[in-house]
């Protein structure tokens, strides 16, 4: 019986092991997401944010924090794309 407890708690152990990795993982693409040079400006009316390491992470919005935004929603799932 003491060994399929040794077993039950190594596999607890494991899954809290796993979900701390996971944690490490979220937090490391965040930081990576908020790494990004980004340039801020108006043109013709409309806030353009730019990406300097993502181009294709551009966006454009209405207001400044709605450029902002978009632009890392743009660069997330960029990350994303390079991690699957």
Known sequence: MGVI???AICKEEAKEDEK???KKEYANRR???DRFNRRLYMEDGVWLCEVEEAPS???RGDTP???LRY???YVQKYLDG???
Request: hydrophobic share 20%; net charge negative; aromatic share 4%.
């Open 5 to 7: 407890v040794g077993i």
């Open 20 to 22: 701390e990795q996971q």
């Open 31 to 33: 930081l990576s997401r």
């Open 57 to 59: 992470c551009n966006s």
């Open 65 to 67: 924090e709605e450029a």
């Open 71 to 73: 632009s890392r929603e």
């Open 82 to 84: 390079y991690e699957d």
